[in-house]
């Protein structure tokens, strides 16, 4: 802000001829100094801001995102845990009164499985969406709510990260005999008595459920960076947070 002052200060005194050596000046300030951005930024250029939010996502995704890949990384993580879906609720309690319990719990456990399979492959998409984050998307990001970071995420890699995940969902079920298990609960719920029949689409509900554990574990690193100065574990994280930490 002193930086503005002093350059409006010095107008009346400029020739007019001169106007174009104070717009140079400008320029230069504004490489090091970003006007919208609070003066406490003057430390830090566009690149150190750019690179902190790029360090503290690939932080979240490494850190979250991998333990979501290992055997139970889904099953036994109660905040990403894929259930039956609504419709197929109802299934579940039907077989568990008929006596097929085992057959009940097989099938959310290969749910699991299929989604711990899927998150495999979302890390090269997540890695190029961070590498073309641009200066906006980081100071936006920076200066935004507790999961800004994550939203930006959501925004640009959901839709691949579904064309990635719903084949490998699919293939998974296959090979861990899913589709057979699931096949079986539907034929033994179908025919049971006074039930309405379904035929739900697990590929797709287990793909959006992948997906949305994905973002939740995300949301969870960069919940911790923004709040607990001992999850900035680089100069550069300190650096670069202290400025929202100040907004």
Do not use: H
Request: charged share 30%; no cysteine; hydrophobic share 40%.
């Amino acid at each position: 802000m002193k930086t503005k002052i002093a350059l409006l200060l010095l107008f009346p005194v400029l020739g007019f001829s001169q106007i174009s050596i104070l717009d140079q000046i400008k320029n230069e300030v504004k490489k090091v100094i970003p006007l919208d951005l609070p003066t406490s930024a003057g430390v830090l250029s566009n690149a150190d801001i750019a690179s902190g939010l790029k360090e503290a996502l690939n932080k979240g995704i490494e850190k979250q995102v991998t333990k979501l890949t290992a055997v139970d990384g889904f099953y036994k993580n109660q905040m990403v845990k894929i259930l039956l879906p609504e419709e197929l609720q109802k299934v579940d309690k039907a077989l568990r009164r008929a006596g097929l319990s085992s057959l009940a719990d097989k099938g959310i456990l290969m749910l699991n499985r299929a989604a711990e399979d899927a998150v495999k492959e979302s890390t090269p998409i997540f890695v190029d969406a961070v590498k073309n984050m641009s200066f906006t998307d980081a100071k936006n990001i920076l200066m935004g709510d507790e999961r800004s970071a994550t939203t930006y995420l959501e925004s640009t890699t959901t839709t691949p990260l579904y064309g990635k995940f719903n084949p490998v969902i699919k293939n998974s079920f296959a090979k861990v005999g899913a589709d057979k298990v699931w096949a079986e609960i539907i034929k033994k719920y179908n025919k049971l008595p006074l039930v309405k029949k379904v035929n739900p689409d697990l590929t797709d509900y287990t793909t959006n459920k992948a997906l949305e554990g994905v973002f939740k574990m995300i949301a969870v690193e960069e919940k911790n960076i923004r709040t607990d100065l001992n999850s900035r574990t680089s100069d550069l994280l300190k650096k670069v947070f202290a400025l929202q930490d100040k907004k």
